[in-house]
T-cell receptor, first 110, second 113 residues
Framework: TQLLEQSPQFLSIQEGENLTVYCNSSSVFSSLQWYRQEPGEGPVLLVTVVTGGEVKKLKRLTFQFGDARKDSSLHITAAQPGDTGLYLCALSNTGNQFYFGTGTSLTVIP | ETGVTQSPTHLIKTRGQQVTLRCSSQSGHNTVSWYQQALGQGPQFIFQYYREEENGRGNFPPRFSGLQFPNYSSELNVNALELDDSALYLC????????????FGPGTRLTVL
């Protein structure tokens, strides 16, 4: 059973387009993280969201935590080829064990 | 500040063999976690070490074992390799007091034939 489901699994868009990827859980979680992973590299932390309804912005990336703390979204405005990568959400239960989602593989075509 | 490093980068083994993967944590970090990432999947938590003690384990069999050394570097050992063990093995380090912020190494790509 997958604790975190991400959608879509694959996304291919043209440079300049907007996109949203989703992360959903059947359980409430205390905090959630978003990572980006490029080929041949480990995941890199983008943001941690903690409070229900919280919205965080990182340049062209907007992260939202659902009010019920069971879902999250990542919106990218005016996507660029440098945004290409695998986007992963992850949650921590006790602080020493992290569960990752299935990932969304994004390709931005120049 | 030195980031997380892993060795080797790539490794090819045959079924039944044993393998040891190594990780050097980022300076100042005393906690190391290991993950297995199959192709096209998210990382799966194997276990975590804090001050040389195992501090949490995921759903992996006992043939996956680890060590953490006094300098906080770590090893992942896998015995009796199976074909399904082929994956990218990632190491992540963190400060214990900042549990949520993990820094990942580039991984070791293990292929089991």
């Amino acid at each position: 059973t997958q604790l975190l489901e991400q959608s879509p699994q694959f996304l291919s868009i043209q440079e300049g387009e907007n996109l949203t990827v989703y992360c959903n859980s059947s359980s409430v979680f205390s905090s959630l993280q978003w990572y980006r992973q490029e080929p041949g590299e480990g995941p890199v932390l983008l943001v941690t969201v903690v409070t229900g309804g919280e919205v965080k912005k990182l340049k062209r990336l907007t992260f939202q935590f659902g009010d019920a703390r069971k879902d999250s979204s990542l919106h990218i405005t005016a996507a660029q080829p440098g945004d290409t990568g695998l986007y992963l959400c992850a949650l921590s239960n006790t602080g020493n064990q992290f569960y990752f989602g299935t990932g969304t593989s994004l390709t931005v075509i120049p | 500040e030195t980031g997380v490093t892993q060795s080797p980068t790539h490794l090819i083994k045959t079924r039944g063999q044993q393998v040891t993967l190594r990780c050097s944590s980022q300076s100042g970090h005393n906690t190391v976690s290991w993950y297995q990432q199959a192709l096209g999947q998210g990382p799966q938590f194997i276990f975590q070490y804090y001050r040389e003690e195992e501090n949490g384990r995921g759903n992996f069999p006992p043939r996956f074992s680890g060590l953490q050394f006094p300098n906080y570097s770590s090893e992942l050992n896998v015995n009796a390799l199976e074909l399904d063990d082929s994956a990218l093995y990632l190491c992540a380090s963190s400060e214990r007091r900042s549990r949520d912020e993990q820094f990942f190494g580039p991984g070791t790509r293990l292929t089991v034939l």
